[in-house]
């Protein structure tokens, strides 16, 4: 054979081969080019709101702060992730039920409120403070990032109810009621070693507390409250709820998750579940996830059991030193199940088919461990767009779950409020 001719026909062969393929690979990137720019137009015209986010303080554990060493919303993150809206958390963790508990929850939740003023104050040509779905409203239309005062954990208040006028004067618009731990208001999905059932839910200061927020119009919180404190609060409320950094528990069962029964009851309240991005909620653990947290829980002398199901990380850490404690919350953090934006979309996606896209938001929980592969922190917030426009979510839904489910829920708390008050 002619090595000449061989060759020739080789080249032309693989020309022809070229030439087919070419114009596949041209359709997919095109298609794929297409389908970014729709991202993008989409993203820039829904109003983006995260309901949840915590204040970092000076003196807040390292391992919140992101690899940057700043918070995962700060401005330059919002920016980035074309997020409009943030609900900025003054949060307490789990403590001492005593004088000097209260008092030092107190002095932590007052530092958190001077912290969002100061965020505020210190970026004042870019952000402004919301009191009202207006008020989200027209400073999105003039192009600030809008902050929304939250709250969560009543232990805080030292057990009266007339804290929560002086957190509607400092503008806070949505409170919840627990975080790990019980407190005088009401029971914690994660009760604190040697806590249980406490008030069965809701205590009677925490069913005063419901009618109270409502008249004020304040939206309430159901997250991290245990079911019966959920459906308690269901009962009593004038005003649809939130449940402002949740997941669902057919997927994952765990405590600070919200049960099939729970997602139903707050459909038919006309409430929102927003799904937060934390791993060992969204993420099935491995087979030894439980063997292996007891190890490190072992190492550090802490007593009693892992609970996998409860999967709370502070129960039976006060007898240790604060130091030695943050040394254990640090290897708890290397053992917990990493989850990825796929989990994260799975949880919104169930939800929405369980209850309906008009009861689903996001709701992230960043600043307090939160954070999956592919949503780490405000500046990745296109990727969660991206991947709902992937699964067939058109603008209207996603409007919806970025900030319209939420808005729908703070007018009628507003309306229900002025009824009350006339």
Known sequence: MDT????SRSVRGLAVSLALVTPFVYAAGAEQASLEARVRDIHSRVLTLDSHVDVLLPDTPKR??????KSAADVSKLKAGGVDAIALAIAVGPGPRT????????????????AIQ????????EVGFAKTAADVERLHGDGKIVVIPSFLNARSLGGKLDGIDRLYEQGVRIFAFTHAGNNAFADSSR???GEGVEHKGLSPLGKQA?????????IVDVAQLTPDGVFQVLQLTKAPVIASHSAARALVDNTRNLSDAELDAIKKNGGVVHVTPFNPYIAKPPADYAARMQAVRDQYGVKGQFDPVRNNYTEGTESLSKERNEQYLNATATVRPVATLKDYIDHIDYIAKRIGVDHVGIGTDFNHGAGVTGFSNEADALNVTRELVKRGYTEEQ??????????RVFREVERTAKAQRS
């Open 118 to 125: 100061a965020f505020v104050r210190d970026n004042a040509s």
């Open 191 to 193: 009760p604190s070693a």
């Open 64 to 69: 919140y702060w992101g690899k940057d060493g």
């Open 210 to 218: 419901v009618a109270k927020l409502n008249q004020l119009g304040i």
């Open 398 to 407: 996603i409007g919806k779950i970025w900030s319209g489910n939420f808005l």
């Open 4 to 7: 000449h001719s061989a060759l």
């Open 99 to 114: 004088a000097q508990g209260d008092a030092e929850a107190k002095a932590e939740a007052d530092a958190k409120v001077a």
